[in-house]
């Protein structure tokens, strides 16, 4: 395989070391979070806490705690792990924000943790603690695009590849905003879902949503601009797609690449006006 054509993951692979390594840090501030919320929380109840979300949080991703069940009460989670309750509520307070559980008062508390909403939010934290920008967000898209389109070239039926073909020629200037977010997210999940590899798809369940914030910036464009947008990356996705169906990872590829310099440029674009209107307001 050529140089140009060959796969860049080292983005993927930074992503996934930040996340790793960042585990203890981000469980540790929602510890220093629920503390500051709860200035009467000692130290020392937050430690047992810390110990009954870790115990928790693992069987919850072992599936011991499948999604769907739901926790013992209060009650029984205070005997079992000999504390008391309100220890016991910072715990699934703590659980609740890393969106492995959900509180329903009066039905109690379920597990809700999935791959794609955990993938989401740990990807979501690590951009909020490296201050990671759109452009490097997008530039990650486009390595898990190729690894998609790689592996639908290989495991993509024509069916399915047809379906997400007539996705993109969905695409419209004159469609509203909640038609094109929507048709943009079928897009994106469609192309992910080609590759029938579960931890790609939970890995772009972030940069799918990052990339519908993008649209919704560029929707604030004039009608000229957008409709001109709208036109040049609907070619473009259907150049993707035609190339995958091809089983052509050549020209898959270079619609990807750009398709991704063009949406960088939109992006440009959209925050070149944002400052402009900023200095004109000024």
Sequence with gaps: MSQRHQINCSP?????SVIFAQQDEL???LEFQMGLGNAWVDSDRLN??????????ANILSGSLPRGSKLPTERELAAHYNVSGPTVREA?????????VEVKHGSG????ADSGTLMAAAMGSVVELEGIDLPSILRLSESLNLQAAARAIEVADD?????LREVALAFDETMDPETFIATLKRFLNGLFALSHDKLLEAVAAYVVSTHLALAQQARSTQHGEWARDVATLRELRVAVIDGIAARDRHAAFDAIRALTVRTLAIDAAARTVGVDGAASSN
């Design 48 to 57: 047992v806490a810390d110990r009954v979300v870790r115990d928790l949080q």
């Design 109 to 112: 508390t379920r597990v809700v």
């Design 159 to 163: 069916d399915e590849i047809g379906e």
């Design 92 to 100: 699934i307070r703590a659980l609740s924000a890393m969106k492995l």
């Design 12 to 16: 993927l692979q930074s992503v996934f």
């Design 27 to 29: 469980l540790n501030r």
